[in-house]
């Protein structure tokens, strides 16, 4: 089990008197049961700090969970200890008084000079030393040994074999690393500084458990385990000397009160929320008194044309429509277009014809299989809206997929409007996938990549250099004396009187005013007002006029301190115009998009730069939803609870994203206006107008045009 401060961590036991029916809380990893939450949510917390190590590596700054991991694998590693060099091993690591890393090293000297079937080493052969491999061990005497070994070449093949002597062979390295004997070590061992084996692995291996004569007078067994007495003289002496006794009697009671103390605060309202560090997982969150006040999360509209179980995949091809439609050369459409013609049954929509059209002629450029497929067959290389259906059939033969090879009859007859949904989408999924392996693509990414690298490291660059021009300045101020003579702002004490005189007669004046019936305004410079006399317009305006003067004033005596704000003013516009512009670079050479992080329930939410709308994922990925306004991204961002580390993260990328995703927002809800507007003004216009209607957006899907459509 992994140690917290060195040393072992017990486990919970389990409530007695447990109900079939009774619902309690469990550890996931350690099984423990628990009837009280706050109990329960006080070890997750444990458990998920860094302080704890893994018994067998050494490891420390772990989470318990990644301690138990790094045991196992340890563990597995571990029985891969080569059987003959076992014993020995043991012998030496048995009642060592040595420290890990020394009795580490002793046992790596010690086994390489054991020599095993299989060892892997250098022998001499006409006074050089080649690789080679003992294949067997010839014991001619007590005294005498010679080993059997095959030659090795580079790769490792053997060529011939030989005898060798004990002496002719060269072990380079040690056969285990000093790592992995440390792993044995502390997993063969229940204690160290004597270092014991665990009972059954000594009586499996036959290596003695009696204690050696030069610890018996300083360790005894109790209870099967050996205890070590040599704290007993220090216990002695501290007992002989009185303050020693009462300094330490002192301590123990102000620790026990402490602890009283906060145990009778922890009894009274459960468990203290200052133990809990957050953020913790969201679902063991629990509303706090100093929580804000939380809006109500609203519900994502479900309004889509296909059926639910293809919105992910409507999402997807779109999305790689649009990121790849240079490369594609495809002209971009939206989404609402996209999921329309996907709908539409009455005839090929053009927008789909195209976007087919774009993926094969990215496949036939690609010289693959497909390209393979259709030369074969004799095609012209040429696809235009008549003969693109035979290039599908092509494809769909290719690929293999009975559900979709069950729709060419339907296709062949042109009819490809009459698919199902959910197999038109599946068709382009499979070109999508197809393309993004070809080479053009796999090309285009590395070159995105790159791009991508390398505006990194000019932004970096940028930063150090900025970096050092501050330093460098700060410096600068730091060296230079201030322009009225005194360095680092300190004056005389005769100035500091002056200062001090003045402030004083200043005071006084203000309140032979006050005294007066006079009330002074707090800001120099302004004129005193009568408090009930004056009209409140009258004294505005003065003031106004009083503070422009002012500022004509200043900028006229201190041209230099003007200067010095604009090029401020100007330096900090050219910074954020950098920062924007490597945003909006990096944004456009993306290569996916990922989601904007997920909520308490492990909903996923997703934004798309080219669609106005915050898609939502259910854990499942069988419901989607969005939201579509501003008023619903800052009600549910107003129902996001940052002690939780999912919705804290989801918080943080919205906060980050907030003006583009507003933008996108307020652009689609303009759009879908004037679309009402146009539709209601088509409803309403008289027959005798002979003007012709204006086109309706909402069929622009079968006016699509490919713009970019190479010839």
């Known amino acids: 089990m992994p140690l917290l401060k060195r040393k072992p961590f017990p486990l919970a036991d389990s409530p007695k008197d447990l109900e079939n029916n009774e619902l309690v809380y469990q550890v996931r990893f350690t099984k423990e049961i628990f009837r009280d939450y706050n109990e329960y949510l006080g070890r997750i917390d444990l458990y998920r700090r860094r302080v704890w190590m893994c018994k067998f590596t050494g490891k420390s700054n772990l989470t318990f969970e990644e301690a138990l991991v790094s045991e196992k694998c340890a563990a597995e590693k571990v ?13 030496i690591i048995q009642y060592s008084m040595l420290s890990l890393k020394d009795l580490a090293d002793t046992v790596a000297v010690k086994l390489q000079e054991c020599l095993f079937v299989g060892t892997e080493l250098y022998g001499r052969k006409d006074d050089q030393i080649y690789p080679c491999k003992i294949v067997k061990v010839l014991e001619n005497s007590a005294d005498e040994v010679q080993y059997e070994v095959v030659w090795l070449d580079k790769n490792k093949k053997v060529t011939e074999t030989a005898l060798l002597n004990a002496e002719d062979l060269v072990q380079k390295k040690p056969p285990l690393s000093r790592r992995f004997l440390k792993s044995f070590i502390r997993e063969s061992t229940y204690r160290s500084a004597p270092w014991v084996l665990h009972d059954k692995l000594a009586q499996n291996h036959g290596i003695s458990t009696a204690l050696p004569q030069e610890l018996r007078s300083k360790a005894f067994f109790r209870d099967g385990l050996l205890v070590c007495n040599k704290k007993r003289k220090t216990n002695d002496s501290e007992a002989s000397d009185p303050e020693i006794c009462k300094r330490k009697s002192m301590e123990r009671g102000r620790v026990n009160g402490s602890i009283a103390e906060n145990g009778a605060k922890k009894g009274e309202g459960g468990l203290l929320d200052e133990d809990i560090k957050y953020p913790i997982d969201d679902l063991l969150v629990q509303p706090g008194p100093d929580d804000p006040v939380f809006s109500e999360r609203p519900s994502p509209s479900r309004e889509f044309k296909v059926p639910m179980n293809c919105v992910g995949d409507l999402l997807m091809v779109w999305d790689v429509c649009s990121s790849f439609s240079r490369l594609l050369h495809l002209w971009p459409f939206s989404l609402d277009d996209f999921e329309r013609a996907i709908y539409h049954k009455e005839s090929n929509a053009p927008l789909l ?7 094969f002629r990215l496949l036939l450029k690609d010289d693959g299989e497909y390209s393979s497929l259709v030369q074969g067959k004799k095609r012209k290389m040429k696809i235009t809206l008549v003969n693109w259906t035979e290039y599908l059939c092509d494809f769909l033969e290719m690929i293999g997929n009975p559900k979709l090879c069950a729709n060419t009859a339907t296709i062949k007859r042109g009819h490809y409007g009459l698919l199902a949904t959910h197999v038109k989408l599946g068709i ?5 996938n197809h393309s993004l392996e070809s080479n053009i693509f796999r090309e285009k990414l590395d070159e995105i990549i790159e791009q991508r690298q390398a505006l990194g490291a000019t932004r970096r660059g940028e930063a150090l250099e900025e970096g050092r021009k501050k330093r460098e300045e700060k410096e600068r101020l730091k060296s230079e004396p201030t322009p009225n003579g005194h360095v680092n702002g300190h004056l005389t004490d005769r100035e500091k009187s ?3 005189k003045t402030d004083h007669g200043r005071r006084s004046k203000d309140s032979s005013k006050n005294r007066n019936g006079m009330v002074i305004s707090s800001q120099s410079g302004l004129s005193p007002v009568k408090s009930e006399d004056d ?6 305006k003065k003031m106004a006029k009083k503070r422009n003067s002012d500022v004509t004033a200043t900028s006229a005596n201190s041209p230099k301190e003007a200067k010095n704000d604009r090029m401020e003013f100007n330096d900090k516009n050219t910074k954020e115009q950098r920062r924007e512009y490597y945003e909006r670079e990096l944004e456009k050479r993306s290569i996916k998009t990922n989601p904007l992080g997920k909520d ?4 996923r939410y997703w934004w798309f730069r080219r669609d106005g709308r915050i898609f939502v994922e259910s854990s499942d990925s069988k419901e989607w939803g969005y939201y579509s306004s501003m008023e619903e991204l800052d009600t549910f961002m107003g129902s996001l609870n940052c002690k939780g580390e999912r919705e804290r993260a989801l918080s943080k990328h919205l906060e980050k994203s907030y003006s583009r995703i507003c933008l996108e927002l307020n652009k689609r809800t303009k759009d879908l206006t004037n679309q009402i507007a146009v539709e209601e003004a088509v409803l309403r216009r008289s027959t005798r107008v002979r003007a012709p209607p204006r086109e309706n957006p909402a069929t622009a899907y079968l006016r699509y045009v490919n713009r970019w459509k190479e010839d």
């Open 600 to 603: 308490r329930h492990h909903n």
């Open 535 to 540: 009209h409140p317009i009258a004294y505005l």
């Open 353 to 359: 014809v195209e976007a087919h059209s774009a993926f």
């Open 428 to 432: 382009l999924c499979e070109l999508v």
């Open 498 to 500: 002056e200062i001090a």
């Open 79 to 91: 029985q891969q200890f080569p059987k003959d060099l076992i014993v020995p091993a043991l012998q």
